[in-house]
Structures are given as structure tokens and as C-alpha cells.
């Protein structure tokens, strides 16, 4: 199955089997005459034979029959195409960027790959609009959606740990501010990655407000997930990683969990074209084109040919 062919609701081929059946069974167990052999009396039906008034039915018919509903079924699985205009509707997907900046990783000596793998996810989205949100004790969007690849890179290698000048790690506020993004920019279904070393997730009250956010940009229709940033040189007063913090977040806002050596989970989930995405957040009907009612349609056809007259 491509990226640019589906089927909707799959589950009705489990039908066929049962049609096959049936079939079969009409096929070797039915009368010629049907219930008509046990309705009517041997020496009576004997009688209208040899008049020539009783005529078996064809078996054609039920074959005609099966085939109209593996039709039917084969409509109602939904087979569908990708509209081609859905990757012009630029609010429809989005993907946000959310990068720790705190001195936790700044100074944890793997920003530069933190970044280059921001970049590799900007890459990763396509032709959706890329945002970059970075965050220390507060977040500041720092690139608006957009799709110029090029600027996005420059903005990322430039930052550093003298971008944010508030001191701690705040992801609930980045939540936040990448769900109000989202709104503003009124689209429908969005992922936001947080790149973080889970700094500021010991804390019980940052901890509850970052799952809220979490669950509240789940709600909204958007998925969170979250990399994590090992930090290998970590100042001795700074915060140990927290990779099972951020695993519980990307679960709670309804997406993948990766890190900077592992980052497959995510980058996957942010490359998935608009119409998938889309089928997924429930707007099936913006992304795809359901062809299954002209299949469906097409069973007219064998029981039309079931009404002709014979001679």
C-alpha cells in the first residue's frame, strides 16, 4: 500500500471469506428449483415438468448476486487516492520545533547535534511550515511557520545559550506557546517536538503543568514528541537527564519518543505526508478521495442483469 492509495475502513474484506462461502455453498447444495422441490408434491411437480410450466432457474443468477455484494464490499472498504491540492493547504499541517536551550543543554556539549537534528526534522517535514520555538525559564518564538529551509537553518546554528537570557527550563511554557501558535495560524492537525534533556520535569508542579499542556495540544488535535538530548559533560550542579520524563509526555500528548542517538520514532512521524496525517486526526475527507461509492456503484450492474427477460 503507497502513500498515495488506502483503504479507509479495511475491515470490510473480512466480508469476502463469508461471500466466498456462501457462494460455494449455492453453488454445490442448491436446487435447480429451490425451495419449490419440497413446497410442492412430488407427482404434482412431476406433472408441470412434463407440461412444460416448470423451468429451474439459472444458476447464473447467484453468481450474479455474490458478485454484486464482493462489490459492495470492496466499496465499503474505502478504497481512496490522495487529493493532489492537499499539500496547497498550508494551515492544514504544521510542525513546531521546541529546542532546550537551558545551560543544562547548552553546556552538556551535544547542542550542535541538537540542532542538527532540528534541522534534520525541519528537513523530515516536507512541504509543511516549520516553526522554531527555544526555550530556557521562558520561550520565545524564534522563526514563525515557514517553509524557507534555508532561513530555518541559519536561525537554528545560530542559537546558543546566550539566546535565552531566562535562567531554569520551562518546557510548559514552549507547550504553551506552540499551542497558541498553532491556534493563530488556525491549523488543523500539527506535531510539536520538544528537544530537551527533560529539564525542569522533576519539579511536581512544572511537571503537572507540562503534561497539561501535553494533553491539552493531544485534545486540540495535534501530537507532541519529544527527543532527548543525553548530556555527557553536564555541569556537576545541573540536572541528570530525565529520558523516562520525556517518554511520558510524547505518550501522553499522543506521539513518538526518540533521543539524539535514536531519533527514528520521531523523524518518521514528522515526515508522514499531510493526507496520512490528516486520516489520522480525523479529517479523513480533506486528505482523501473516497472512491469506494463508485465501486459500490459498479453492483448495480450484475442486478440489473438479474431482471432480463428470457425467452
Not at 77 to 100: C, H, K, Q, S, T
Not at 108 to 116: D, I, K, P
Not at 160 to 166: F, I, R, S, Y
Request: glycine share 10%; proline share 6%; charged share 20%.
Amino acid at each position: 500500500m503507497t502513500e498515495a492509495f488506502t483503504l479507509l475502513r479495511p475491515w470490510w474484506l473480512l466480508a469476502l471469506p463469508l461471500l466466498g462461502l456462501l457462494a460455494w455453498r449455492a453453488a454445490h447444495r442448491a436446487a435447480p428449483l429451490g425451495d419449490w422441490m419440497r413446497a410442492v408434491e412430488p407427482h404434482l411437480m412431476a406433472a408441470l415438468q412434463a407440461r412444460g410450466a416448470v423451468r429451474p432457474g439459472r444458476r447464473s443468477g447467484q453468481a450474479l448476486l455474490v458478485l454484486a455484494a464482493i462489490l459492495v464490499a470492496l466499496g465499503l472498504a474505502g478504497p481512496a487516492r490522495e487529493r493532489r491540492d492537499v499539500a496547497g493547504f498550508r494551515n492544514l499541517d504544521a510542525a513546531i520545533i521546541a529546542l532546550d536551550l537551558s545551560r543544562s543543554v547548552a553546556e552538556g556539549g551535544r547542542l550542535g547535534e541538537a540542532r542538527a537534528l532540528a534541522q534534520g526534522m525541519a528537513e523530515a517535514a516536507g512541504t509543511k511550515a516549520v516553526a522554531v520555538i527555544a526555550y530556557a525559564g521562558d520561550a520565545y518564538l524564534v522563526a514563525t511557520p515557514t517553509t524557507d529551509r534555508d532561513s530555518l537553518s541559519t536561525i537554528l546554528f545560530a542559537l546558543d545559550g546566550a539566546t535565552v537570557p531566562d535562567r531554569g527550563s520551562h518546557p510548559a511554557r514552549a507547550l504553551a506557546l506552540a499551542r497558541r501558535t498553532l491556534a493563530e495560524g488556525a491549523v488543523v492537525t500539527g506535531d510539536v517536538v520538544l528537544v530537551s534533556d527533560g529539564g525542569g520535569l522533576d519539579e511536581a508542579n512544572s511537571r503537572e503543568a507540562t503534561s497539561r499542556e501535553a494533553a491539552a495540544l493531544r485534545e486540540e488535535g495535534h501530537r507532541l514528541h519529544t527527543v532527548l538530548v543525553p548530556g555527557p559533560a553536564l555541569p556537576p550542579e545541573a540536572p541528570r537527564p530525565d529520558g523516562s520524563g520525556l517518554s511520558r509526555l510524547a505518550s501522553l500528548g499522543g506521539g513518538a519518543a526518540g533521543s539524539l542517538d535514536a531519533p527514528g520514532p520521531v523523524l518518521a512521524a514528522v515526515s508522514e505526508t499531510v493526507a496520512r496525517h490528516l486520516a489520522e486526526g480525523g479529517y479523513t475527507v480533506l486528505a482523501w478521495q473516497d472512491l469506494g461509492r463508485w465501486l459500490a456503484g459498479l453492483a448495480l450492474v450484475p442486478v440489473l442483469l438479474l431482471f432480463r427477460r428470457s425467452a
